[in-house]
């Protein structure tokens, strides 16, 4: 299934019938409060799983995901997952190792909204949306993203975002090119290296 940046690939509340995998692109997964309020989940890309919930027998979506570039995504049925990841040992692995880097990392993001600074938050964010850990590349190019978005994606304020992505453009983390997109340079991790 091919999804334009925007398109929500499912929304909080459609039945849980699939597991989905990221051919390629990006995916930001939020959950919605009764009052409208967003919390973001997940930002995730090339070869990331998510939707697992329905192998755990969650009858509905309990969040949402939203492609947040131009996506390639792949269905597989909740029984088919299922056989798959008992006869596939290749695939069982990569699952399962899947499953627990993301739980470290929301374990991170956790620590991060209680005690780490913006900054750390909003370059965590870039690097993620630039899937840093995919490649060596010295720089990544995605779409521009809006401050008050990246503050939702990074759990802190636009004001503070936009501060901190001046502050990347001032040390030239980051450039913003004539094509509307944002170019990472690796040397962003910096900022995630600092005591």
Request: glycine share 8%; proline share 4%; with cysteine.
């Amino acid at each position: 299934m091919r999804y334009g940046q925007g398109d929500a690939i499912f929304t909080q509340g459609d039945p849980c019938q699939h597991v989905l995998y990221i051919w390629s692109g990006g995916v930001k997964v939020s959950a919605q409060s009764t009052v409208g309020k967003e919390a973001v989940v997940a930002v995730l890309g090339t070869g990331d799983f998510f939707g697992e919930g329905c192998l755990a027998g969650e009858p509905l979506r309990y969040r949402t995901a939203v492609a947040i570039k131009p996506s390639a995504v792949v269905p597989v049925e909740r029984r088919a997952m299922a056989r798959l990841l008992h006869d596939q040992h290749g695939l069982s692995d990569r699952f399962i190792t899947h499953v627990v880097t993301r739980n470290i990392r929301m374990a991170e993001d956790l620590v991060d909204q209680l005690f780490g600074a913006a900054e750390m938050r909003v370059a965590r964010t870039l690097l993620r949306m630039a899937g840093y850990a995919e490649t060596d590349a010295p720089t990544w190019v995605v779409p521009r993203i809006p401050a008050k978005k990246l503050a939702e994606m990074a759990g802190t304020t636009e004001v503070r975002a936009k501060v901190c992505l001046e502050n990347f453009s001032k040390h030239r983390f980051i450039e913003y090119r004539d094509d509307g997109r944002l170019k990472i340079n690796r040397s962003l991790l910096t900022v995630l290296l600092r005591d």
